[in-house]
């Protein structure tokens, strides 16, 4: 890669920053369409927010991509804000066009691509959802907007409740809400279609563990997990194992990437490139 005077300039901002796969995946896609474009992650404490979205402007980067803790906060200082990422009240793309900044959410594309790639259908399904954080209100947006139905479990029960509500009233879906005790997940389960993992837990280093018991998965199920770092976590393996469909939190990495990358460039991203790269760099770590 030659980096010149007209190169464009992306990046990542977040804190932490040094685990992201962004960089790999980004950077290895503009030069496999050979585009004079660079990526580069910034780490930005919560205080430097405002100013890392002005230095957007002033710098003149192209676009960012937007990661924990600061999804919501950037919203303050953008011009323009997707219809989708204001209801979900999260932007993890910026996109800098002429100075004027827009911000999107691919999170909940990418979730839906993953499935479709894989042959998820969503239409007429039931869906249930592990979490209502930041990328889980994002997908849960955009599954129920194709699907039949959607329950959302979580942890903390006020956070499902809350975005139970947030998607009844701007969908006009009814959503059921509970928390992630076996007994709520297995009610909730044993009429679901497709089952999305969208909490951290089973993510690195507590790969061992799993937010659904083992013994209520089934074959006539498809389960898609976000976590990628371990590439196959224990719920991908007992799913797996259970004969059931599974979708790899990769997939769903490539594809939002892909999204983010699509905005930036206007080019159709080369998945294939994306995940290539994001599979070695995952299986090295
Ligand atoms: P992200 O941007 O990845 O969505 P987040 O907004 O911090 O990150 O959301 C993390 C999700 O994982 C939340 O649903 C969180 O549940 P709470 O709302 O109760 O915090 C869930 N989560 C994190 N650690 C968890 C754990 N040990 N057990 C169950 N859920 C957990």
Redesign the pocket.
């Known amino acids: 890669m030659i980096v010149t005077g007209k190169t464009r300039v992306c990046g990542v901002i977040g804190d932490p920053i040094e685990h992201t796969l962004s960089p790999i995946i980004h950077n290895a896609a503009f030069e496999a369409l050979n585009l004079d474009y660079v990526f580069l992650a910034f780490k930005v404490k919560s205080a430097w927010v405002e100013a890392a979205v002005n230095g957007m402007r002033a710098l003149n980067l192209r676009g960012l991509n937007v ?3 600061h ?1 919501s906060a950037v919203m303050n200082y953008l011009d323009r804000i997707d219809l989708s990422a204001q209801i979900v009240n ?1 932007v ?1 793309t910026i996109l800098n066009k002429e100075n004027l900044l827009f911000g999107f959410n691919t ?1 909940g594309i990418g979730a839906l691509k993953a499935l479709k790639e894989n042959g998820v259908e969503l239409k007429g399904r039931k869906i249930l959802l ?9 997908i849960a947006y955009t599954l129920a907007k194709e699907a039949d139905e959607l329950a959302v479990l ?4 006020k ?2 409740e809350g975005l139970a509500k947030l998607l009844e009233k701007s969908l006009s879906k009814k959503v059921v809400a509970g928390s ?1 005790k076996p007994s709520d997940i297995q009610r909730n389960l044993q009429d679901s279609d497709i089952l999305v993992n ?4 089973g ?1 690195s280093p ?1 790969a061992e ?1 799993s ?1 659904v018991p083992p013994k209520l998965l089934r074959s006539n199920l498809a389960v898609m997990d ?1 976590v990628y770092n371990p590439v196959e976590t224990k719920l991908a393996q007992d799913a797996k194992a259970a004969g059931a469909k599974v979708v790899s939190g990769v997939d769903m990495l490539i594809h939002q990437g892909a999204a983010s990358f699509e905005i930036w460039t206007g080019k159709s991203a080369p998945i294939e490139v994306m995940r290539k790269v994001a599979l070695k760099h995952l299986q090295k770590v």
């Open positions: 990661t924990m803790p999804k999260s993890n999170d592990l979490g209502a954080g930041g990328a889980a209100r994002a979580n942890r903390t029960v956070q499902a992630l969208a909490t951290s837990v993510m507590n563990e937010p976000i």
